[in-house]
């Protein structure tokens, strides 16, 4: 019986061991007919065996070492790969016998056999993969996470839109509740992205549906503080609730009237005070009725803040106090992102009258099939002929040679920006709208001079907004 020798010759190894110091690799020698394991100084280093020879008989030699719930797994491995195979390769979780500490390993090679099949020895590499193992615990972890939250959003969204309904007496004034609740959920959502869902401070909350205001009319000020994702939420709800009624009804309905909202903390047990107080508006009278915006405020928002809420309705003005307990309140990150800047002035729906779009041919592009779909069904029955849509950058550049009299433009087309088609449009004068989820500042996406409606928008905003692109200037 003639024996193969396992390992790489004398001139081979200079350069390998320089190929295996690079990759962060240790290797190995197995010969089975001496029963002997050589394990290399790299290889000591990653596992904590001893580096050396060492008696190895069978395939028991690192079983001690194995994590339980791998043994079974990498024993059938070790077998199959000596009986029939001439690669190997398997990972199984390592307690290093030096310290106790256990560590991820990755472990590949080749089998040499005689010329009768039988397995003479092994060589092989070993790698530390316990990094990349823990990325992929943190990623399964954080795709949960996400599956939670998008099943809660919708949960919500779905809860919010019953209630609405339940409340409203018409289509058009259903599509402006909810439409104003949703992007108010978005706000918070903006500010907890920015900081990666650890909470949002109360001031960015405020300024979010405040700033945009009538300037002089509104006024905010009170401590530093930052609230938990949920508290979060629930306060940019509330605050919402409240924006709205004063302005359909509140001081905000008249140029004279004031909104000046004030927080401060509590010093019975934790938490905070923040007081809403309207001044300089029509004199105030009770409702007769109780309406979805006081039962959120009052149950909703207040319950989620782990407090409670005082509505008052003083005839100078209304004013509201929402008490948070100490679960509201998150620890302060040690960098809070910036608040609010200004934005690309939004459409705005100045009209109940419909919008008429006769003839005008509108190039769709977005990539939500539900969205585009939804702008197709409202366009056309505005009177629209539509162009696409188009859900991919490449489907929309082709296009563009046909007749367009306006756009609508998602800003992101999975992953690929928008941008190209804009410029196309823009080069040829052809207005267009961007359509977009993103949370961009300072101005419409790429600098374009175009007006910006956000998602979550219903379609009478989109087509009032294509109308006034086609309006004779």
Do not use: C
């Not at 700033?211 to 629930?234: C, D, I, K």
């Amino acid at each position: 019986m003639t024996r193969r020798d396992p390992g790489p010759n004398q001139e081979e190894r200079p350069r390998l061991e320089l190929a295996l110091e690079a990759a962060g690799l240790g290797e190995f020698e197995w010969d089975m007919d001496l029963g002997r394991l050589v394990v290399s100084e790299r290889m000591a280093a990653i596992t904590g065996l001893p580096a050396g020879p060492m008696p190895a008989q069978g395939s028991s030699v690192l079983e001690p070492y194995l994590h339980p719930d791998n043994l079974a797994a990498v024993r059938a491995d070790f077998l199959r790969s000596r009986e029939t195979g001439g690669v190997f390769g398997f990972e199984f979780e390592h307690k290093r016998p030096d310290n106790g500490q256990v560590v991820w390993v990755r472990v590949a090679g080749v089998i040499a056999r005689d010329a009768d099949g039988r397995a003479l020895a092994m060589t092989g590499i070993v790698e530390d993969i316990t990094a990349r193992k823990l990325e992929e615990e943190q990623r399964q972890t954080l795709m949960a996470e996400l599956d939670h939250r998008v099943k809660n959003v919708l949960a919500a969204v779905q809860a919010l839109a019953i209630q609405t309904a339940k409340r409203t007496t018409s289509v058009e004034a259903f599509l402006q509740n909810f439409s104003g609740r949703l992007k108010a959920m978005g706000s918070a959502n903006e500010l907890l992205t920015a900081a990666r869902w650890r909470g949002a401070a109360i001031e960015h909350l405020v300024a979010a549906e405040l700033g945009a205001l009538a300037p002089g009319q509104t006024s905010w000020e009170g401590p530093e503080l930052f609230l938990t994702p949920r508290a979060a939420n629930a306060m940019s709800m509330g605050l919402h609730e409240l924006v709205t009624n004063a302005v359909k009804f509140g001081a905000l309905s008249v140029e004279t009237g004031h909104v000046a909202v004030r927080w401060m903390w509590r010093h019975d047990g934790g938490g905070f005070d923040m007081v809403w107080t309207e001044s300089g508006g029509p004199t105030v009278v009770g409702p007769s009725r109780r309406g979805f915006g006081s039962t959120l405020l009052e149950q909703v928002t207040s319950r989620e803040l782990n407090g409670d809420t005082l509505i008052e309705y003083r005839a100078s003005g209304v004013r509201v106090l929402l008490r948070a307990g100490e679960a509201a309140v998150a620890e302060r990150p040690a960098v809070i992102p910036e608040g609010p800047a200004p934005r690309a002035p939004e459409v705005v729906m100045t009209s109940s009258a419909p919008t008429n779009l006769k003839g005008a041919r509108v190039l769709i592009v977005e990539d939500a099939v539900l969205l585009a779909l939804e702008l197709e069904t409202g366009l056309s029955e505005a009177g629209a002929e539509i162009v696409g849509p188009a859900y991919e950058l490449g489907e929309a550049m082709a296009l563009l040679d046909r007749p367009i009299d306006a756009a609508v433009l998602d800003a992101n087309l999975n992953g690929r920006s928008v941008t190209p088609v804009a410029e196309a449009l823009a080069a040829r004068g052809v207005p267009f709208v961007f359509a977009t989820g993103y949370g961009e500042t300072g101005g419409a996406p790429g600098g374009f001079d175009a007006p910006v409606i956000r998602k979550p928008y219903d379609v009478t905003q989109v087509a009032a907004a294509v109308a006034e692109l086609l309006r004779p200037k």
